[in-house]
């Protein structure tokens, strides 16, 4: 399908300011045209397929035509298909024009400036990008044709990075003061159960909680909560560096906004002793709204003086302290009170976590999005920790801890070994991993394959695509193993890899930098390449790949069971190890079963 194809945004493309004649040059064959769509041709000369477009015509009618010109105009349903080399210089540059349209819309957006926002417009530069960029570029510059224009696309890449951090400097600066909008949020947690919140809510019950705004499409009707409205303004006027006065002038103004037009429904809601004489008004219904409009700013003045009074902004202070923040990026909806992390530096790579899922409304009407989510640890201020950690002992023992306190950051070479200690309590197993030592395993890695082949069951011998399948169904429903145990064991999972592309399977592996100081670990994912290096898992089949050395690898197997339990299936485990088997001659263990009395016993 063309879908799979990228198309490269004119507009991006214009904004990058950038010529690529070697990629205006790319020409395809083409059948059609004219006054109709164009269609890529079968090579075959097969004019009808059940996986291709049934009006193109034989490659023998075709004629080239280049590809930037006459891309709107190509048939959906028609596959396009490049060299390897220009294929990589195509996605480069609609990857790239891409993010230039996303930066346009980034600055574009007037919607008021919030950590949330920060959150979720630095998530657009997802991990992984710079490399598979590189990585096309590199496979670009193998056609010395396309080397110039990779040369090109490189440095508007870096140009396109630089204004993309610029900006988030930019929207950083218009955001609300981090340690004003932390000791506001601390006062209005701890005024919660408060008389001025009852009275507000009186008021908001003395209306019929009705509220002027209309409902959205699919949206319960909206209920008017006085004390929610107060606090919001209160707290953003405050974290933006607004005095005590003002901050209350905006609360009253937006409780005005909100009560305009409004009807007293229930007069038992009222204050006792009433505040103005019942003859003075035509009715009983008049005598009430007066009453009201009385009340109502008198209580929220209270609020905001209540508020005042538990409103003590944070000392800054200069050290930094190491935070594992699980679930990162902090875009969703949830993580508001905590966004402003986003903005600290982060320190070595992420890592996986998990995957997010938009399965209720208020996740869905916020703005929350589906996708792989990681984990990550920032240099923070170190009273925020802090308080994080206070805020994290004090939630319920079913709660999952998200954030995990490291030390001080002192700036140096420290710092990374601290970062990786920190991650791999999220997930074992770094990139990087066993990179940069020996292709040769070591010896306990040696002594866990022997294990691992004693218990396990001989495969059959055989030639041929069936015996392939059988082994490679074996493996995938956990009956057998992959050890790599032989030089011909990645050929052998190479030959299996399309049988086990979409199943889930597991990995034992010894992690850590080097051998030395190492742990075990059991990873779960789907098996996305064979080289003859290793293997790429992509940890719980929505993450990007992750290269394992095959030196570091016991055995690879199914798991069929993953998915199906009743909780979040865990992307890793610890390994449990295995007893080293005898090394004298003796039966094989395993091999055979005997029930001793059984009638066919011998």
């Not at 982060?346 to 998990?354: K, Q, T």
Request: charged residues 25%; negative net charge.
């Amino acid at each position: 399908m063309r879908r799979a194809f990228p198309e490269i945004s004119g507009r991006g493309l214009a904004a990058l300011g950038t010529e690529l004649p070697a990629l205006a040059a790319i020409r395809v064959a083409l059948t059609g045209g004219r006054s109709g769509k164009f269609h890529v041709p079968h090579p075959d000369l097969r004019r009808f397929s059940s996986d291709a477009c049934r009006f193109a015509k034989p490659a023998a009618e075709a004629s080239t035509h280049p590809l930037v010109e006459v891309f709107a105009q190509i048939c959906k349903k028609c596959d396009i298909v490049l060299p390897k080399a220009p294929d990589a210089l195509w996605r480069a540059a609609a990857f790239a024009a891409q993010r230039q349209d996303q930066l346009d819309r980034c600055r574009t957006d007037r919607e008021p400036q919030t950590w949330l926002g920060y959150a979720r417009h630095a998530a657009r530069w997802a991990p992984g990008d710079d490399e598979q960029f590189r990585r096309w570029l590199d496979t670009a510059r193998t056609d010395s044709t396309l080397a110039a224009d990779a040369a090109v696309l490189a440095d508007a890449w870096q140009q396109l990075a630089a204004q993309f951090r610029g900006f988030l400097e930019e929207y950083a600066a218009q955001c609300p003061e981090v340690e004003a909008y932390n000791g506001a949020r601390d006062a209005v947690r701890r005024c919660a159960d408060t008389d001025q919140r009852r009275e507000l809510d009186q008021i908001g019950a003395a209306v019929g909680n009705l509220s002027r705004r209309r409902a959205r499409m699919y949206e319960p009707e909206p209920r008017l909560d006085v004390w929610t409205l107060v606090c919001g303004v209160w707290l953003a006027a405050r974290s933006r560096g607004r005095g005590a006065e003002q901050s209350a002038d905006l609360a009253r103004a937006a409780v005005a906004d909100e009560l305009k037009g409004a009807r007293v429904r229930d007069v038992t809601r009222l204050p006792v002793p009433p505040r103005t004489p019942s003859d003075r008004h035509a009715d009983p219904a008049a005598w009430a709204d007066a009453e009201l409009a009385l009340w109502w700013p008198q209580a929220v003045t209270a609020a905001c003086t209540r508020l005042e009074e538990e409103f003590e902004a944070e000392s800054a202070a200069m050290s930094a302290r190491l935070l594992l923040v699980r679930d990162w990026p902090l875009t969703g909806t949830r993580d508001t009170p905590v966004a402003y992390l986003a903005a600290s530096p982060v320190l070595g790579p992420v890592v996986p976590h998990g995957h997010r899922e938009v399965d209720d409304y208020v996740s869905w009407s916020g703005g929350d999005t589906a996708g792989p989510s990681y984990a990550a640890v920032v240099a923070a201020p170190a009273h925020l920790v802090a308080k994080l950690e206070r805020e994290q002992a004090a939630q319920p023992s079913h709660y999952e801890p998200r954030f995990t306190a490291g030390g001080p950051v002192t700036g140096g070479a420290a710092d990374q070994a601290a970062a990786e200690a920190l991650l791999r309590q999220a997930f074992p197993f770094l990139p990087g991993d066993g990179d940069r030592e020996p292709s040769t395993p070591t010896d306990e890695v040696l002594e866990q394959r022997r294990a691992r082949r004693a218990a396990d069951r001989p495969w059959r011998d055989g030639a041929g695509e069936e015996r392939t399948y059988r082994i490679a169904s074996a493996l995938r429903d956990g009956y057998g193993c992959w050890i790599p145990d032989s030089p011909q064991a990645l050929a052998e999972l190479e030959e299996m890899a399309p049988w086990l592309r979409w199943s889930a399977l597991r990995l034992d592996v010894l992690c850590g930098r080097d051998a030395e100081q190492h742990s075990w670990a059991t990873l779960f994912g789907t098996l996305e390449a064979v080289d003859s290096a290793g293997i790429a898992l992509n940890p719980g089949g929505r993450h990007l790949p992750l290269h394992v050395p095959v030196h570091r690898i016991v055995a690879l197997t199914g798991a069929p069971h993953w998915e199906h339990s009743q909780q979040i299936p865990a992307l890793w485990q610890p390994y449990q190890l295995l007893p080293t088997p005898p090394t004298g001659p003796g039966p094989e263990p395993g091999r055979l079963r005997v029930v001793p009395g059984s009638a066919g016993a011998r």
